[in-house]
């Protein structure tokens, strides 16, 4: 073989090629032809056999080339693997050249019940009814049944002796250059366009393989494209298996098996995106870009509406992140309030178009309307604004099913991602608020402030203040007018902390009556700050029993000092909040 190899090397398409020992391409290659079609022949003496003996178009040539080998009047076996033109159309002229009673055509019943209109006399010999063999002098032929691979009677020949499987359409493959042999792996991008659009379906597809693969294959010789030889053998059946086939089927008006090819990856594509992004920024990013590749579209938007019946609102302009909106563009309101699909039309997708014209120029916007499980009415809607108003509906229709309910699962996941995180918000503010002033509390101080602290030590920067507050004589309140006034009292004098702090400020309930706020001011400006809640507090009027009742406030500042502790700082503001008391209470003093 090795010696056979080298020959094959420097073949000459103008002449037969030995494939294999007494194995010949006889084919002809045509100018300009990406379906370039394939004939064989097998060297037996008067016994010989030609396999897909071509067409009208090549017989010529094909007929040169076995004279070249052995006379033509040598072949007695014909084996038809299907009944398309490009392998049978010769018969008629095969026929007028024939001279010998006992030439056969072999083939499948299914075939033969197609090749019998041509009219020729060449009796038929039937393989499922010789136990799928063929018996020659030095071999004997097995033929493998390959239903709709494309047709229903197809089938496949392997010759055991050369190690050949003659695979018909299989492997074949569609080449804008003629290459005799396969180079690489590259091959398999030839194959795919000829086989999704070809073979009806992939169980089909998967099945004929695995009947193949059990054979002990030297080389794969098929009809069309490029011969495969052994160590590229598991990487093309490899490749195959993975395909999508019967691409005809996603779109009716197109015939363009190219594009289809294209298309039908697009539509893998926005599945796979559903299924290996978790976070849904990713997924509405990457699913634009893959739905601008097929259809001309200029924005691909979300509206979806909360368990609290908050409007969020995702867009590529804010990076699909989800901003709260109060109102909603009139198309997709009314697509809220639309009646449902029934429940067993989910799995479709429905949608609608909706033309408006906007500064002369006239849009069309696809809504198509989600309902998440448990709900009657949508609650969320997707909207795609095309570029061209004449965009292909099939082909939307198509985007739109293979998204529907994958989609649908990974809005449903991002809201109930959203509910967790509410969830999470009210139990960390529960956990850090104090229930009765909705201040921060003593271990919020503990946790935030000190990082606060330690990042300004870092940066080298001190200009943090606290400000300690008091209620004066808050006891006696408690003790007169009982624990519900009191708390009255501190809710009023917290709500004011809050209206007089700025964003930046962080105000917190110590316990009991006791206040600081931690405010990054010099001390001026938190004296100022201390001195309008002071004055504030002293002017509230007070309603029911605390009427008569004047209630004031002591205040302590200090500012912090670089590297100090939070208990220290603490401290220092504690210790002026006490000099104002024993100065007679209802005042502020700086720690100096």
């Not at 080339?65 to 084996?79: A, D, G, Q, R, W």
């Not at 590259?186 to 089909?204: C, G, R, T, V, W």
């Not at 004929?208 to 059990?214: A, D, F, G, N, Y």
């Not at 120029?361 to 198509?368: D, G, P, Q, V």
Request: charged share 25%; hydrophobic share 40%; net charge negative.
């Amino acid at each position: 073989m090795k010696g056979l190899d080298k020959e094959i090397e420097k073949y000459d398409t103008n002449h037969a090629i030995e494939i294999a020992p007494r194995v010949w391409w006889v084919g002809h290659v045509q100018d300009d032809d990406p379906f370039q079609c394939h004939v064989y022949l097998i060297e037996q003496g008067d016994e010989s056999v030609l396999i897909d003996p071509g067409s009208k178009l090549t017989f010529a040539n094909t007929l040169r080339k076995i004279n070249e080998v052995i006379p033509f009047t040598s072949i007695k076996y014909f084996i038809c693997q299907h009944q398309d033109p490009d392998i049978t159309g010769a018969i008629p002229l095969i026929e007028q050249l024939l001279c010998r009673k006992d030439a056969v055509i072999v083939t499948h019943w299914r075939t033969k019940m197609l090749l019998k209109h041509y009219g020729f006399d060449i009796p038929f010999w039937l393989i499922e009814e010789h136990d799928w063999q063929l018996p020659l002098a030095d071999r004997t032929l097995n033929f493998c049944f390959t239903p709709y691979a494309h047709f229903p009677g197809a089938f496949t020949t392997f010759d055991p002796l050369s190690g050949v499987m003659f695979s018909s359409d299989l492997f074949g493959g569609l080449t804008d250059e003629f290459a005799l042999f396969a180079e690489d792996e590259s091959y398999l991008e030839a194959m795919k366009p000829f086989h999704q659009h070809y073979i009806p379906s992939n169980d089909i597809l998967q099945y004929v393989l695995s009947e193949i693969e059990q054979y002990p294959m030297q080389m794969i010789a098929p009809q069309h494209g490029s011969i495969i030889r052994k160590p590229l053998i598991p990487y093309m059946i490899d490749g195959l298996k993975s395909l999508d086939c019967g691409l005809y089927l996603l779109l009716r008006g197109t015939t363009d098996f190219t594009k289809l090819a294209k298309f039908n990856e697009t539509l893998k594509n926005i599945t796979k995106t559903m299924t290996i992004y978790r976070d849904f920024r990713e997924i509405a990013s990457a699913l634009f870009k893959l739905i601008r590749d097929e259809i001309a579209v200029s924005d691909l938007d979300f509206y979806v509406q909360d368990n609290d019946g908050e409007m969020l609102y995702f867009s590529e302009k804010n990076h699909y992140r989800g901003n709260i909106i109060t109102e909603l563009p009139e198309t997709v309101s009314k697509a809220f309030q639309s009646c449902p699909v029934e429940e067993n039309d989910h799995h479709r997708g429905s949608y609608e178009l909706k033309r408006e014209t906007i500064d002369g120029a006239l849009f069309e916007s696809l809504l198509i309307p989600l309902l998440l499980p448990d709900k009657g009415t949508a609650q969320a809607v997707i909207m795609l604004k095309l570029e061209n108003i004449n965009s292909d509906r099939e082909k939307i229709e198509r985007v739109v099913e293979q998204m529907y309910l994958p989609l649908q699962i990974s809005i449903e996941r991002e809201m109930i991602y959203r509910e967790m995180e509410k969830e999470r918000e009210k139990i960390y503010q529960r956990s850090v608020r104090d229930p009765l002033t909705n201040l921060y509390t003593r271990i919020y101080m503990k946790d935030v402030v000190q990082k606060l602290l330690d990042q300004q030590d870092r940066d080298n920067v001190s200009d943090t203040v606290a400000i300690m507050i008091d209620v004066d004589y808050f006891k006696s309140i408690n003790d007169t007018y009982g624990h519900n006034q009191g708390d009255i009292v501190l809710q009023t004098i917290a709500a004011s902390l809050q209206e007089h702090c700025s964003s930046t400020d962080i105000p917190i309930r110590l316990g009991g009556e006791e206040f600081v706020i931690f405010s990054r001011n010099n001390s001026d400006n938190a004296w100022h700050v201390a001195e309008k809640i002071r004055s504030h507090i002293e002017s509230l009027q007070w309603t029911g029993v605390l009427a008569a009742s004047s209630v004031t406030a002591s205040f302590g500042i200090a500012y912090r000092q670089h590297g100090e502790p939070l208990d220290a700082f603490i401290s220092r503001a504690d210790e002026a909040l006490y000099r104002a008391k024993r100065q007679g209470r209802n005042q502020i003093c700086i720690y100096l």
